[in-house]
């Protein structure tokens, strides 16, 4: 790849989609708040940090041991504002002016945590965020895919009160924490949640497609409608599946590095993100965890850039549809249109 389109990459704004407010704890913040709270890990160092996640990421199932010995520093209001504005710090670091961040309320309503504190710190923290950094904040609320149908329905009634406070645009459907992913896929269970948030006026999203292979793919578009996939990569083996995606203009939120790490591909030259985009279905970049994958927005896309030989245009139009089809609307598009003008 060129110079020219490595500095594009890197200069021009980008928004994200796909992204855990919880998977994005950097290792500063983590010893920080771990000595604010109390808590104790099995590192005492940035570099220890690092090398946990690194050695104990390596599938869908470890990860989730991971996600809890991290998030276990998550203890009230403060520590929810600290998280959003590094997390805008970092983003405005990859000159990304826009993030959609997954909040997994049920799993610290679990560990005791008041959600209305950590509500008031994605407020406070939120407009802190786009004061210092200039990144704007829009928040998807988690609905835990093991939990009951009567509880998924009232945490869906439950968001809705919050979004007095904080921009909570949609509902995402997601990762269970009781267990491995294939005992805890119960899209027809959750089927009457996913309709009220759509009544609600929610946009809809969930994980499928990346363990699991097409056929979870398929069972969440026949019970949650969803307006957007995050993941689903692995739809790319079945043609019909492909052809309806592209048919119905679901967007797939697609995390490359997280792939490869647990082990769907060899590569990112055996990602299906090419092929997906040439079938005409609409596809974003994001970085998923990056505090645990160890990447960055601007990694993501370069490698995918190097590894399908994307030219400057399939480059921008990547980046233009995590605007185009965000959840905030089409508005901030025009930073990178503007942008594109003047360089």
Same mark, same amino acid.
């Not at 049920?106 to 990144?135: F, M, N």
């Not at 990447?295 to 995918?304: A, F, K, P, R, Y």
């Given at each position: 790849?060129?110079?020219?389109?490595?500095?594009?990459?890197?200069?021009?704004? !980008?928004?994200?989609? =796909?992204?855990?407010?919880?998977?994005?704890?950097?290792?500063? $913040?983590? $010893?920080?708040?771990?000595? !604010?709270?109390?808590?104790?890990?099995?590192?005492?160092?940035?570099?220890?940090?690092?090398?946990?996640?690194?050695?104990?990421?390596?599938?869908?199932?470890?990860?989730?041991?991971?996600?809890?010995?991290?998030?276990?520093?998550?203890?009230?209001?403060? *520590? &929810?504002?600290?998280?959003?504005? #590094?997390?805008?710090?970092?983003?405005?670091?990859?000159?990304? /002016?826009?993030?959609?961040?997954?909040?997994?309320?049920?799993? +610290?309503? +679990?560990?005791?945590?008041?959600?209305?504190?950590?509500?008031?710190?994605?407020?406070?923290?939120?407009?802190?965020? $786009?004061? @210092?950094?200039?990144?704007?904040?829009?928040?998807?609320?988690?609905?835990?895919?093991?939990? *009951?149908?009567?509880?998924?329905?009232d945490f869906v009634r439950r968001m809705d009160q919050y979004r007095k406070e904080i921009p909570l645009v949609a509902i995402g459907w997601a990762l269970g924490l009781k267990g491995k992913e294939e005992d805890n896929f119960r899209a027809p269970e959750h089927r009457e949640a996913f309709r009220l948030a759509g009544e609600l006026g929610f946009y809809r999203t969930a994980h499928c497609g990346e363990v699991q292979g097409p056929e979870s793919v398929w069972e969440v578009l026949e019970n949650l409608e969803p307006d957007r996939i995050d993941h689903g990569v692995r739809g790319s083996e079945d043609p019909a599946l492909?052809?309806?995606?592209?048919?119905?203009?679901?967007?797939?939120?697609?995390?490359?590095?997280? %792939?490869?790490? &647990?082990?769907?591909?060899?590569?990112?030259?055996? =990602?299906?993100?090419?092929?997906?985009?040439?079938?005409?279905?609409?596809?974003?970049?994001?970085? /998923? #965890?990056?505090?645990?994958? $160890?990447?960055?927005?601007? =990694?993501?896309?370069?490698?995918?850039?190097?590894? =399908?030989?994307?030219?400057?245009?399939? /480059?921008?139009?990547? /980046?233009? @549809?995590?605007?185009?089809?965000? &959840?905030?609307? !089409? +508005? +901030?598009?025009? @930073?990178?249109?503007?942008?594109? @003008?003047? %360089?």
């Amino acid at each position: 790849m060129d110079t020219e389109l490595t500095r594009l990459i890197q200069d021009m704004p !980008k928004g994200e989609n =796909h992204v855990h407010l919880e998977g994005s704890i950097s290792p500063e $913040l983590l $010893l920080s708040l771990g000595e !604010k709270n109390g808590v104790t890990f099995p590192f005492d160092s940035e570099e220890g940090a690092n090398r946990y996640i690194r050695e104990n990421t390596r599938s869908l199932d470890t990860f989730i041991n991971v996600f809890n010995v991290v998030n276990s520093v998550m203890c009230g209001q403060e *520590d &929810f504002h600290q998280l959003v504005v #590094d997390f805008a710090r970092e983003g405005a670091r990859e000159n990304i /002016v826009y993030r959609e961040a997954i909040i997994n309320f049920a799993v +610290h309503e +679990h560990r005791g945590i008041d959600p209305r504190e950590i509500v008031r710190g994605l407020a406070s923290g939120r407009r802190e965020a $786009l004061e @210092k950094y200039g990144v704007d904040l829009c928040f998807i609320g988690e609905l835990d895919r093991s939990v *009951d149908r009567y509880w998924a329905e009232d945490f869906v009634r439950r968001m809705d009160q919050y979004r007095k406070e904080i921009p909570l645009v949609a509902i995402g459907w997601a990762l269970g924490l009781k267990g491995k992913e294939e005992d805890n896929f119960r899209a027809p269970e959750h089927r009457e949640a996913f309709r009220l948030a759509g009544e609600l006026g929610f946009y809809r999203t969930a994980h499928c497609g990346e363990v699991q292979g097409p056929e979870s793919v398929w069972e969440v578009l026949e019970n949650l409608e969803p307006d957007r996939i995050d993941h689903g990569v692995r739809g790319s083996e079945d043609p019909a599946l492909v052809a309806e995606l592209a048919r119905r203009g679901t967007l797939l939120a697609v995390c490359p590095s997280t %792939n490869v790490l &647990f082990g769907l591909y060899p590569d990112f030259a055996s =990602h299906p993100v090419q092929y997906l985009m040439d079938q005409g279905v609409r596809v974003s970049v994001s970085t /998923v #965890d990056p505090a645990y994958i $160890l990447t960055g927005l601007s =990694h993501e896309l370069t490698q995918v850039a190097l590894a =399908h030989d994307l030219s400057r245009e399939e /480059v921008i139009e990547l /980046v233009r @549809k995590s605007f185009r089809y965000s &959840f905030a609307g !089409k +508005h +901030h598009q025009e @930073k990178l249109e503007d942008w594109l @003008k003047q %360089n």
